[in-house]
């Protein structure tokens, strides 16, 4: 059993400094503690659950990966133009250890902002990993370095608590998102529609991390289609690792202690990115025995990306991570094989009994993102 006293610091900076040299940025690190802590009382400590998968993490809600800087780093050095004069709200992070918030404030005059607001979501269940045993939510502003140091230090962030419990979809936090310009943040995978839902409603810019299966969800996909919504840059390797009280038990290698490895996950966004715009160079020639058709759908089968032919004009599969070359201009997203029941490419059905999957020779497949060229 671990008890703690009352406490009711605001908050604590530690400051170290690094450069970047691919960036060429000088970094502050900061590690913020305090955040208003009320009381800490008859926290437990338990080992880590034993299956930690992302889809059991998901099924059991438990979604508390945290993002590593230089992954923050590495994405938002593409955007840089977009943050000037900007506000920019992290609304699924606690302030006190998230990366996304740290980032911020630590290049506030450098990238040029405006205000930085982060919430801190009122703890549910004392043993998870975000900590946050407040008792009560809060949310932080800052709005600039006033003595000079150019670094975030404690009398220049303001906190304030919150009524509720943070939760993103409450009435206040919608007010806080209505005050801001860009959202950046690590969402809940298991409230990624919903998350994703909200910022369309409030017409919000958007950097957020999730999964690529999210790419076919009915209620993404069609928002790629409408050019809505695109893939930024990427994770290394296509996987990130995050901080986490979830054993890694990945099949994978470049395990990283005390994190756990995510294949798959990725970037999403509605800000205008170079990669967007840049044409994909084909060069292979169309055959039917490299080529097959589908069985149950009026397409052919397309394995790579880089194989995409360039002479063949009709509906062609290719895999999600396509959508990491995609340029609008170049090409029309048709619809998903994942969602192939929906009726929405019933001219492209065949007679088969299978339409959750492209099936080629009586053999199923990964889903597809089914695509032609643009004239």
Not at 182 to 193: A, D, G, Q
Request: hydrophobic residues 35%; aromatic residues 12%.
């Amino acid at each position: 059993m671990l008890r703690m006293p009352r406490c009711v610091g605001i908050l604590v900076c530690y400051h170290g400094i690094s450069y970047n040299r691919r960036t060429r940025t000088r970094f502050v690190h900061t590690f913020f503690v305090g955040c208003r802590i009320e009381r800490i009382a008859g926290a437990q400590h338990h080992t880590p659950m034993a299956n930690t998968t992302l889809t059991a993490a998901r099924a059991a809600k438990k979604d508390e990966f945290y993002t590593q800087l230089s992954d923050i780093e590495r994405e938002l050095v593409h955007y840089k133009e977009h943050f000037r004069g900007k506000t920019v709200l992290c609304n699924c992070d606690d302030p006190r250890v998230s990366n996304f918030f740290k980032y911020f404030t630590l290049n506030f005059e450098h990238l040029g902002l405006r205000r930085v607001i982060a919430t801190c979501y009122k703890s549910q269940d004392v043993d998870l990993f975000s900590m946050n045993t407040s008792e009560r939510a809060v949310y932080q502003i800052y709005e600039g370095d006033r003595d000079g140091n150019r670094m975030p230090d404690a009398d220049e962030i303001e906190v304030r608590p919150l009524q509720g419990d943070g939760d993103f979809r409450s009435a206040e936090c919608i007010e806080l998102l209505k005050q801001a310009d860009i959202v950046v943040t690590n969402p809940p995978f298991s409230l990624f529609r919903e998350y994703v839902a909200q910022l369309i409603k409030y017409d919000k810019k958007f950097v957020i991390v999730g999964h690529q299966n999210a790419i076919t969800y009915k209620e993404i996909f069609p928002l790629l289609k409408e050019n809505k919504l695109w893939l930024g840059y990427g994770f290394k390797g296509g996987a990130g690792h995050f901080y986490s009280k979830y054993e890694d038990v990945a099949t994978a290698g470049d395990h990283r202690e005390g994190m756990i490895r995510v294949s798959g996950v990725t970037w999403f966004t509605n800000l205008d990115i170079a990669k967007k715009h840049e044409e994909l160079i084909l060069y292979k020639h169309y055959t039917p025995e490299e080529y097959p058709h589908y069985d149950n759908y009026d397409a052919i089968n397309v394995n790579k990306t880089s194989d995409i032919p360039c002479d063949y004009d009709g509906v062609m599969g290719v895999p999600i991570t396509f959508l990491y070359k995609y340029n609008p201009e170049q090409f029309e997203l048709v619809w998903t094989t994942d969602r192939g029941g929906d009726g929405m490419i019933e001219y492209l059905k065949k007679e088969h009994t299978r339409f959750d999957a492209p099936v080629v020779n009586g053999q199923g497949m990964y889903k597809r993102i089914l695509i032609r060229k643009k004239q």
